[in-house]
């Protein structure tokens, strides 16, 4: 079991770098890049990346899921103070997963608003891992 273990927490730690790293990238390169075309290039810029990134990040979004269930539940003697954050970052977890979701669709106007609300959940949901390896840890 320890190599399943280091595979599955191996898939959870990638598959959460390509879809933050995804949507950073998304931010802070490709919509100032694009701020310069006319609005009707953009719009036809952006849905060809989002139809390209979908199932890249519907792939993380699936390894993310299926390594994270598995993580937990391989998990014993949790405190309370676990399940709190836990908790907490599962529904972060539920609003990225979403929101991602919608932001990839075709002509979506509000996609960098909701990727900007994606990126400052990732990156609390990464400080509440932290906050949870810390609390095994004690």
Known sequence: MPVLNILMRF???ISAITLLG???VWLLAVSPA???LSEDTRKK???AI???????????IGGL???GVYNFLNKTNLTPAYHAVI????????HVFAVVIVALKPDNAKRTRQLTGVAVSGVVIVILSAVLRW???Q
């Not at 908790?87 to 539920?94: A, D, H, I, R, W």
Request: aromatic fraction near 8%; hydrophobic fraction near 70%; proline fraction near 3%.
């Open 50 to 60: 989002a139809a390209a990134w979908r199932p890249v990040a519907f792939a993380a």
């Open 22 to 24: 995804g949507v950073l």
């Open 87 to 94: 908790g907490v970052k599962f529904l972060l977890v539920l």
């Open 45 to 47: 810029v952006e849905n």
């Open 34 to 36: 694009l701020a310069s």
């Open 11 to 13: 898939a959870h730690i």
């Open 135 to 137: 609390i095994l840890t």
């Open 65 to 67: 899921l299926a390594s």
